[in-house]
């Protein structure tokens, strides 16, 4: 046995021991790896401040001159119920714009809601005030800038977080008793004082990686499993351009939730894609007792002249210590999603890439103040995504979640938010344009293209 075994059968030994009759065990407490505050609604009402600044913070263990939001990366974990009020000031300490965007939020974007068209200069404030539907799907969800031209340095920066919508999944006995963590993957490029290197031309147009990756703040760290207990791990790519294919080590993660929810029945992978933007939910069993065995991100191409990182990277170390005293399984059922019924309008976008370092859809840059799209409120729609490009682009739509339609014509039983349009590939969701009119945002979530002209405005109405 190597030392590494003995340790953790060591640890095992000692949880067992203080096991007593049927009694949960839960073994020594460890610290869960984020360790940004959390701001919790009370009484129907989330209020707190966010002041965006540069400053000296701890990242992987050293120190790091990074964009931040209340000396925090990440940045102050927001939690909420559906029906819950959010008031939220955002002070602007920067030296440019910045604003806030609620990623895979079902709310208003107009007046003081997920408006990206806001802008809030440098040295100035905004409060941000609206309500969370009643009917709003639970999830992790999160918040970050969308100034058009700045979004990829300020994200890549530091300006990210967690936002957790509670709901009725967070009560089925089997993930509740899971130990849960919530990994925030970022990557960085720093040089050896901790100041972040801005890219070049040619990694813009790439999309911007960093070599250096965090799991929510930290060089990875360890997440402990209990033998028989469930680890339930929401994991947010927070990355400007980076895919992660991830895998555990001779464990299967059993997906519970994507971007904009649960699913119905959890489904087993071995790896698991996934997207700047995205979001997934997944349980995994601990049925080996013992050792240490890596979540890594494995190769994956997404294209282009660089392809990206396509090295494998070991992120964090999954670990056995205690036991538990019951044998937990991975739940029947989690949430329930009917197909969105057959659309009454079909639209299809091409992604392009222009001259003078410019990416398009439908062989345009955006402009602001135009309307792309115009669609109607309650209208269900299919949209076709034809990607003229070698490289991949993962699309996103704000305000309303969709289903990717598979290869058998169906839409797939998840909400997403974000979905990969592989290079000289295509995609189609369906999506419905329920509860706001206003004027939105779709757009690449390689925020070096965004910020390169890859979004266009929809308008509801
Ligand atoms: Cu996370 Cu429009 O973005
Ligand atoms: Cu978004
Ligand atoms: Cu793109």
């Not at 929401?234 to 904009?260: E, P, W």
Request: proline letters at 6%; one cysteine or more; aromatic letters at 8%.
């Amino acid at each position: 046995m190597n030392r590494r075994e003995f340790v953790s059968r060591s640890l095992t030994v000692a949880g067992l021991a203080a096991v007593s009759g049927s009694e949960w065990f839960a073994g020594p407490l460890q610290a869960a790896v984020l360790k940004s505050p959390k701001y919790v609604s009370a009484n129907g009402m989330l209020n707190a401040t966010l002041t965006a600044k540069q400053s000296w913070v701890t990242l992987a263990g050293r120190r790091a001159y990074l964009y931040n939001y209340n000396g925090w990366v990440p940045g102050p974990v927001l939690v909420v119920n559906p029906g819950d009020t959010i008031q939220l000031r955002l002070n602007n300490n920067l030296a440019e714009d910045t604003n806030l965007h609620y990623h895979g939020f079902h709310v208003s974007s107009s007046g003081a809601a997920d408006n990206i068209f806001l802008t809030i200069p440098s040295g100035q404030n905004f409060t941000y005030s609206f309500g969370i539907p009643a009917w709003h799907r639970p999830g992790l969800f999160w918040y970050h800038p969308h100034c058009h031209g700045l979004v990829a340095e300020q994200v890549s920066m530091g300006l990210a977080a967690p936002i957790i919508v509670r709901g009725a999944m967070d009560l089925i006995p089997e993930i509740a008793a899971a130990r849960e963590e919530i990994l925030v993957l970022q990557d960085w490029d720093l040089d050896a004082n901790g100041y972040v290197i801005q890219p070049s031309p040619m990694e813009r147009m790439q999309g911007r990686e960093g070599a250096l990756i965090t799991v929510s703040g930290s060089l990875r760290p360890t997440l402990f499993i209990q033998q028989d207990g469930l680890l339930r791990l929401r994991v947010l790519n927070a990355c400007a351009s980076r895919y992660f294919l991830l895998n555990i080590q001779k464990h299967t993660m059993y997906l519970i939730a994507t971007d904009g929810g649960p699913i119905p029945t959890p489904v087993a992978y071995d790896k698991l894609l996934v997207l700047p933007g995205q979001r997934i939910d997944v349980l995994v069993k601990g049925n080996l007792g013992t050792g240490s065995y890596a979540l890594q991100a494995l190769p994956y191409n997404r294209g282009g002249m660089m392809g990206g990182d396509t090295s494998t990277q070991t992120l964090a170390e999954v670990t056995y210590q205690g036991r538990s005293a019951q044998i937990w399984n991975i739940p029947s059922q989690v949430g329930s999603v009917s197909p969105l019924p057959t659309p009454s309008m079909r639209r299809s976008f091409t992604l392009g890439q222009g001259r003078m370092m410019s990416f398009l859809i439908n062989g345009r840059t955006f402009d602001p103040n135009r309307i792309d799209t115009a669609v109607s409120l309650c209208g269900v729609e299919d949209w076709d995504y034809i990607n003229q490009t070698s490289m991949d682009h993962p699309m996103h739509l704000h305000v309303n979640p969709f289903q990717v339609i598979g290869p058998n014509g169906q839409p797939e039983l998840a909400w997403r938010d974000t979905v990969n349009v592989p290079g000289g590939g295509r995609v189609r969701f369906r999506v419905q344009f329920a509860d706001f009119v206003g004027k939105t945002v779709q757009h690449c979530h390689i925020l070096d293209h965004e910020d390169m002209g890859m979004m266009g405005t929809v308008n509801m109405a």
